[in-house]
């Protein structure tokens, strides 16, 4: 947006510079609006300011003025200042009116002339006033003191005028006005550069899940979001400009009373965490960082959680964490395929179980990064010890570090009397698996270099380092080596973790593996619900082949489970399987193995060739192959015995179908 400017103008002369200087900066502002009160009224100069408020984003106007408008308008006031050159230029005119002048300018224009005492053969003198009111008492000083020409402005005119002194009107020029006008738009944009940031602010406290309150001076309410609105069942209202103590006084029990007392009459010089305030028929955890932490804040900031939905989370992130266990119970016969690129990776595995180096393990979202490292550390000499597994995306950052490396007695509101063992702890003897290494934070990351490298962990709040035995296997489906370039990752903590390189093909690039897969799975479940169906024929199980499978070994396993679900009750598994791949994957060229070369109709699946044109599509697909029946059903897009029904249905079965020629 480009701002609207307005001019206060004392000086007729003014509007027409003003007017040009506008027109020349069109491109750079939205108008102008001039106003022209009574110099010597301050009631119609805010009446006029307070006009132009209500249409402009900056007023322009006389220095003087400044200290009466800028207090009372909501937007900003530019000063019309007076430049070198026009003080200059006015006491040349005033040179040829003879005798003694005096500049007579409110001392925000204050030039210096001491130096120069006779300018242009002219004696000059200086009377500054410091306020509107000031102006004639400085008229009448200078006239004591023998001047007969006033040089200033529009307000020393008439004092001069009513004096009986002659006056020198200091005019200001064109280029004066577009610098002052260049200012306006430079403080008009920085406006709204911070109004900005600020809504995107407030936007983002208004939807955090902590209440938030910024407290000022006497612990006044400055700020309150809505979820704090909403914890304490206050309005924002009942809030904003009061002392918070006040506001909350008849929702607290008498504890939680005295806890909010104790906090905010504390000087804290260190961020307080996990401070528990009873209200009401709940528990509130407070966190606060005090103004005193950072130079020139004045604001102190509280932040604030029910206590049950921390309770939630660290139930849900333990539960997690329990459900993984200390014990591996995968080995690479667990992991189904017999393609070159798994061989591969197995007898990789095999070697690097043998040494004890930090492994680092590539692969995509559900190729098998967890299997592997089970199977590695149950190959390994560590295989009697604990295998130790976490999800670094899964756990919040706020207890990622105390679950790692544990935490003393007293570390923090809250932490059990005992303290408690971090994960290096109790993997000590075995394996920790660090699954999504690539998003853990880079504060994080530094601390898991230095156990590496000294094989020691300090809980939090301890004094004490803990020696640790442990094997470190990292995983990983994003691009470490661009995160490091990047700077989200450190480069040194790579290099220790890339010592042994593992990395699983995604399920795309080992094709002939999931018609084995598809049956293991297909198996598993149809145990799990002790159901007795047929599996699809082993020609219409490479239909799946055709699915590049983004989600991998995952995916295909949810695929068979869906499989077993709708095949227990339908007789047709190969048509169950057809439709539930037409509902995962788009029929386009890029899924057809093969395409006939004779227009492309004939290019497109069966599936998506309108049903009138069946027939005529079967037909050119058989005269093209010479009516080979399994060319026909790659070509199509179909199962042998789909097509074989098709081929019924339109009368074309007493064709003779050709053995495919090798």
Known sequence: MKPRIGHIIFHPKLVEISAAVSREMAAEIAGIEIAQPDPLDDKDIIRVARELEKKCDVLISRVDTINLLAPILSIPVVER???????????????????????VVHSAQDCDLEPWPVVFGLEVIKELYHSREEALPAVLRAKEKGVTVIVGGVLTEKHAVSCGLQHQMIEIHKDTVTQCVRKAIDIYRAIQKERDYLTRFQALLDFAHEGVIFLEGDQTVVYVNDRACQLLEVARSDLL???????????????????????LGEKYQHPQAGILVKFKDKSIVANIVPSSLVENMTTTIITFTEASQLQKVEYNVRRQL???????????????????????????ARAFAATDATVLIYGETGTGKELFAQSIHNLSARRKGPFVAINCSALPKELMESELFGYEEGAFTGARKTGKAGLFELAHGGTIFLDEIGTMPLDLQAKILRVIQEREVARLGGDKVIPVNVRIIAATNCNLEEAVRKGEFRQDLYYRLNVLLLRL?????????IPLLFKHFVKKFATQLNADLQLPGQEDLEILQRYHWPGNVRELENFAERFVAIATYNRDPAGVLEHLLQEIKPATKQDCPAQVRTGPARTAPLAEALANNEVELIRAVGEEVNWNKKKMAEILGISPTTLWRKLKKAGLNSLKLTPVKE
Do not use: W
């Open 322 to 348: 329990a459900s993984k266990g200390l014990v591996a119970r995968f080995n690479l016969k667990d992991i189904v395929g017999a393609s070159a690129g798994l061989e591969c990776a197995k007898k990789e």
């Open 81 to 103: 200042y007076l430049t070198f050159a026009d003080i200059m230029e006015a006491l040349y005119q005033a040179s040829k009116k003879g005798g003694k002048a005096a500049l």
């Open 241 to 263: 400009k009061k002392p918070l103590g006040k506001s909350l006084k008849d929702c607290l029990l008498p504890e939680g009373k005295e806890t909010l007392e104790k906090i």
């Open 505 to 513: 093909p995604p399920l795309r690039e080992r094709m002939e593996d």
